[in-house]
């Protein structure tokens, strides 16, 4: 059975720093880019960073450029978040997904964590 488990994820003042992890486990996740989405209160579940299998490629939504970083280290990925605003404040959601194509979209992500929450004050 797949396995997404989240951590990390806490209570922040603006300006600081957190650190998500997410250890997949339960198959071989060869050729799986593994990703971070969020979803605030009364919005959409949107995109946040993704990084290929090989970890070659990673992709950032505009709002955290500069400000996060993804990375990986086989099945587990983090998402190092620094210069935190109240405006991330969301529930961050693990996901892995087979290939390396439409990685923004959470469309055909295959398996997903049961998410963590960040929440930043101003």
């Known amino acids: 059975q797949v396995q997404l488990v989240e951590s990390g994820g806490g209570l922040v003042q603006a300006g600081g720093s957190l650190r998500l992890s997410c250890a997949a486990s339960?198959?071989?996740?060869?050729?799986?880019?593994m990703g971070w989405f969020r979803q605030a209160p009364g919005k959409e579940r949107e995109f946040v960073a993704t990084?290929?299998?090989?970890?070659?490629n990673t992709y950032y939504a505009d709002s955290v450029k500069g400000r996060f970083a993804i990375s990986r280290d086989k099945n587990t990925v983090y998402l190092q978040m620094n210069n935190l605003k109240p405006e991330d404040t969301a529930v961050y959601y693990c996901?892995?997904?087979?290939?390396?194509?439409?990685?923004?979209?959470?469309?055909?992500?295959?398996?997903w964590g049961q998410g963590t929450q960040v929440t930043v004050s101003s």
């Open positions: 996901a892995v997904k087979y290939g390396s194509s439409r990685l923004t979209s959470d469309r055909g992500y295959d398996y």
């Open positions: 339960g198959r071989t996740f060869s050729n799986y880019a």
């Open positions: 990084i290929t299998w090989s970890a070659t």
